[in-house]
C-alpha cells in the first residue's frame, strides 16, 4: 500500500488524524478494543499518527482491553521500531512496556530491562515517581521466581526510512516528549501499581 493524500477522507490529513483520534478515545470510554483498534490504525495510515506516541500507546491500550498484554508489548515496539525518533518519546514508550510487563505479565526480571533503560529520561506525565517504582521492581525481581522471559527485548529503533511511503506525513508541531493529547484518557493503564 502507498499513501495517496488524495484518497483521504475529506482531503485534509490534519482533520482526519483529529477524527479518528475523537473516534479512538470514543472506544477507550466504552472499553472497545475493535474500535480504538480500527480507528488508530486510520489515524496512523491517513491521519498523520505514525509520528505520535498517541496511537502505539492507543494500539497498547486496545491490547490491553482485549486481554493480551503481549500484543501491547508489540505495539508499543512497532512505534520503538519504527516510528518515533525523540529520545524523551523512546523512554516514555519504553516506561510504558516495563509497566506492562511488570504489571500485567508479572515479569519484574525482563520489565526490570527497560525500566532501567528509561528510568532518566521518562517524562513525569508518564512516571512522576519512577526511581521508586525502578526500586520498587528491583526488589520483586530479585525474589521473582519466573525464568523465561515472557516477551522479547525491545527492538533497537531502525527509523521509517523503508516505510515512508505507507502512512500520512506528520501534521502540525510537536516537541519530543510533550505529553500525547490522548493520555489522560488512556494513563490509568499504565499507571504504576506497587508489588
Not at 13 to 38: F, N, P, Q, S, T
Not at 94 to 110: E, F, Q
Not at 115 to 137: F, H, I, K, Q, T
Request: net charge neutral; proline share 6%; glycine share 10%.
Amino acid at each position: 500500500m502507498t499513501f495517496d493524500s488524495a484518497k483521504v477522507p475529506g482531503g485534509d490529513v490534519a482533520a482526519w488524524g483529529a477524527e479518528c483520534r475523537e473516534k479512538a478515545l470514543g472506544g477507550v470510554r466504552d472499553r472497545d478494543w475493535r474500535a480504538i483498534y480500527d480507528w488508530t490504525k486510520s489515524w496512523i495510515g491517513w491521519g498523520g499518527g505514525a509520528w505520535l506516541p498517541d496511537t502505539w500507546l492507543l494500539y497498547a491500550v486496545s491490547a490491553l482491553i482485549e486481554g493480551k498484554p503481549r500484543g501491547a508489548v508489540h505495539s508499543l515496539d512497532l512505534g520503538l521500531k519504527t516510528w518515533l525518533a525523540g529520545g524523551t518519546d523512546r523512554a516514555a514508550l519504553t516506561w510504558c512496556r516495563g509497566v506492562i510487563v511488570v504489571d500485567r505479565l508479572a515479569d519484574p526480571k525482563t520489565a526490570l530491562l527497560d525500566l532501567s533503560d528509561s528510568v532518566a529520561d521518562v517524562p513525569a506525565w508518564a512516571e512522576s515517581d519512577a526511581g521508586d517504582r525502578l526500586d520498587r521492581c528491583r526488589h520483586v525481581a530479585q525474589v521473582s521466581r519466573k525464568r523465561v522471559a515472557s516477551v522479547k527485548p525491545r527492538p533497537a529503533h531502525e527509523g521509517p526510512e523503508n516505510f515512508l511511503h505507507v502512512v500520512a506525513p506528520p501534521v502540525g508541531a510537536r516537541t519530543d516528549g510533550e505529553q500525547p493529547i490522548v493520555w489522560s484518557a488512556i494513563e490509568a493503564f499504565f499507571r504504576s501499581v506497587p508489588q
